[in-house]
């Protein structure tokens, strides 16, 4: 095993913190470098070889998982960064993070102007029928007050526009 294989290898074990397997990767890591390849002792060799395939057979499990869970997270990050947009929030921490270069902590939904596209695409919909909601709701009230007195409705539900 290679210096730099070494080295790949304990960078993509520490994003596996927790994981059984990388328990098991680091077992196998510590009996490849303990393994005598010199040795003219044809089990210890085979040992070794299928100790070997083991560890290679889990690293590009491994590899293989880190590229999904890469594109997982790529898919993530741009879907945030839409409803950012669509409710005028920092795109980058959501204003979660005083250390934020871009927003310094103020960028909560609300502390931009909303972009026009995932407005209408994400925000619309929603108040859409929230006013809905709220109109049926004052309708049955109304039918329920009117039989029995004069009180107002509540106040309408006014959807702001950005
Ligand atoms: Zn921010």
């Given at each position: 095993m290679t210096a730099s294989t070494e080295t790949d290898t304990t960078a993509l074990l520490s994003q596996f913190a927790g994981d059984p397997r990388a328990a098991q990767l680091a077992q196998l890591m510590t009996a490849l470098n303990g393994g005598?390849?010199?040795t003219?002792?044809?089990?210890?060799?085979r040992q070794y070889k299928k100790?070997?395939?083991r560890f290679k057979s889990i690293v590009k499990d491994f590899k293989r998982e880190n590229r999904r869970l890469r594109e997982v997270n790529?898919?993530?990050l741009a879907h945030s960064?839409?409803?950012a947009g669509a409710v005028g929030a920092c795109?980058?921490?959501?204003?979660?993070d005083r250390a934020c270069e871009f927003c310094e902590g103020d960028g909560g939904p609300g502390a931009f102007f909303p972009e026009n596209e995932s407005f209408e695409e994400f925000v619309k919909p929603v108040l859409r029928m929230v006013r809905e909601n709220m109109s049926r709701?004052?309708?049955?009230q109304?039918?329920?007050t009117t039989m029995t007195s004069t009180t107002q409705p509540p106040a309408e539900y006014e959807e702001q526009k950005p």
């Open positions: 005598d390849r010199a003219d002792n044809a089990d210890i060799k100790t070997l395939e790529n898919g993530l960064e839409l409803l795109p980058e921490c959501w204003g979660e709701k004052r309708q049955k109304n039918t329920e």
